[in-house]
């Protein structure tokens, strides 16, 4: 089974204090540490994992710039055979037009099934992968959890609400969203990666591509980002730890709750 | 005057709920701009979806046809596409839900009209829909604007309105042929499977202590279990905790495990993601401690402790103890 999986480099904000550019068109990226998007991390986990058992070729694709190749090295280190970074160049950039340059490039190669995350963790639309698969006339599922091949056709378990699991069969070729929690991704070394180097990274451009100016036009624009309200949050108890310990007790007792 | 289509979500014999928080918030659009307000049901005829949605809206539109029982991407797609062709309504409003991820995007590239997912609110501003947005895991709002078109798509995260109630709709349901080319779905529903039960019932329990990514090794949650069996809790997680099979998942608060009303939630290392905060949306007294002063979950705690968990933890342990 060949696999194409769509990944991008998204900035770790856990514990970070973000603020926004003087444009308040995007947000402060100096300082920030930047990772694979914890999504697309189990789709290329899982895209190794039915090469390791069914055979063919893993192809990791990103839209990005120099830096983003990280990402691309990362999933070749994990088991991918080869990647494409596709450079966007100075264009502006939506879900939109990225998931038109991404079917193009992939409309060229030849897949069975395409994984991306359900979405990523920067602007978490989920848009781009169910984009792809239309674009390309093929079926998809999102939010995809489980995966059974029987041939061409796929058995999956689709996430919904409340703990509640949807199976359905789907057909091949599809473009499928992964959900955190499918699989446990490899632990990737840094020798891993140094490794990997040999493999082939090929860059493209959109003029490479053949893509005209007038189709890659966005069809939103973020007219501002901005911090969120000021709300009266939650009452910051202070103190050593025994301190606190001693305020939570008390909160807890006088709720009706006993201990 | 224009039309505000609303796309009604059911399953296993409900509408969902995130169905009328869209129809509530689109009654308020219409109010103000003079719209019209139609629901949009796709069913097989089994149970009284339309007579439910009736008082919610001026126009209930059935799509009724023995393949519509569950959700299918496929059918609703081109059922959708050639209904907002037919009307061309102003905005199209679904679910950002598992379902309306799995279609809206589609939709948006089969009729070429604008969509913007995942919104917390939606405005009409000089005749123009405008979204707001939560990016980096809420901690950045974003306000979004469409390129121009006939048609607006969005998709709105659940729990963003609350209904209110008020006067009722005497809504007409109208039965709308199905195109003529319906497509033989590439996907075929088979089942729907409880993965959330198990030995512990998180959604009954008075007091909750659960777990985040904040605990950081399997290991560490022996600990916490210790400490909720000293003080009478029971222990729950949010999903990074199942993702990592530290838990299982009759454990998970949130959107996609359980959702919880215990009158004590004390939330040990949660970052506080909105499926997780929808999921304890019914918790009396919210406690919650995280390193990170500026982790979403402050925002809906009642108290709060910026700290590391563990020496709170112990320091509760020697206090229960002592």
Known sequence: MNIVVCLKRVPLTQEVDLQVNSDKKDIVKDGLAFVVNDWDNYAIEEAVQLKEKLGGEVTAVTVGYEDDEEVLRRALAMGADKAIRIDPGERELDAFVISKILSSVIRDLRYDLVLTGVQADDTNEAMVGVMVAENLGIAHAAVVNGIEVDGNELTIKVELEGGIDEVSTITLPAVLTIQTGINEPRYVSIMGIRKAGKKELKVMTIDELGLSQDYLLPQTVIEELFLPPETEGAEILEGDPGTIAEEIIRIIKDKGVSI | ?322
């Not at chain 2, 974003?142 to 006939?150: C, I």
């Not at chain 2, 990592?244 to 998942?249: A, D, R, T």
């Not at chain 2, 979403?296 to 590391?308: K, N, S, T």
């Open chain 2, 1 to 322: 005057m224009g039309e505000i289509m609303v796309l009604a979500e059911h399953r296993q014999g409900e509408v969902r709920d995130i169905t009328f928080e869209m129809l509530f918030k689109a009654r308020e659009l219409c109010q103000q701009n003079s719209h019209s307000l139609t629901a949009v049901l796709m069913t097989d005829g089994q149970g009284s979806y339309a007579d439910q949605l009736k008082s919610w809206a001026n126009e209930v539109v059935v799509f009724k046809d023995d393949r519509l029982g569950n959700f299918n991407a496929d059918f609703y797609n081109v059922i959708l596409a050639a209904l907002i062709e037919e009307r061309k309504p102003f905005i199209v409003l679904m679910g950002h839900t598992p379902w309306g991820m799995d279609l809206a995007p589609a939709l948006s590239v089969k009729t070429g009209y604008p969509l913007v997912t995942d919104c917390v609110d939606v405005l009409v501003e000089d005749g123009k829909p405008k979204v707001i947005r939560q990016i980096y895991s809420g901690k950045i709002y974003s306000k979004v604007s469409f390129k121009e078109s006939d048609v607006y798509l969005v998709t709105v995260r659940p729990s963003s309105f609350t209904p209110e109630v008020a006067e009722p709709f005497s809504g007409e349901i109208v039965e709308h042929d199905l195109p003529a080319d319906l497509p033989t779905p590439r996907r075929v529903f088979k089942e729907f499977v409880d993965t959330a039960a198990g030995e512990v019932d998180i959604s009954q329990a008075p007091f909750l202590i659960s777990v985040g990514r904040g605990i950081g090794e399997q290991e560490n949650i022996e600990q916490v279990k210790e400490l909720a069996e000293k003080m009478g809790a029971v222990l729950s997680c949010s999903r990074p905790v199942v993702d990592k099979n530290w838990l299982p998942k009759y454990h998970q608060v949130g959107t996609s495990g359980k959702s919880v009303k215990p009158k004590i939630y004390l939330a040990l290392g949660i970052s506080g993601a909105f499926q997780h905060v929808a999921g304890i949306a019914g918790a009396g007294t919210v406690i919650a401690i995280n390193k990170d002063k500026k982790a979403p979950i402050f925002r809906v705690a009642d108290y709060g402790v910026v700290d590391d968990l563990f020496k709170v933890v112990a320091a509760l342990k020697e206090k229960i103890e002592s």
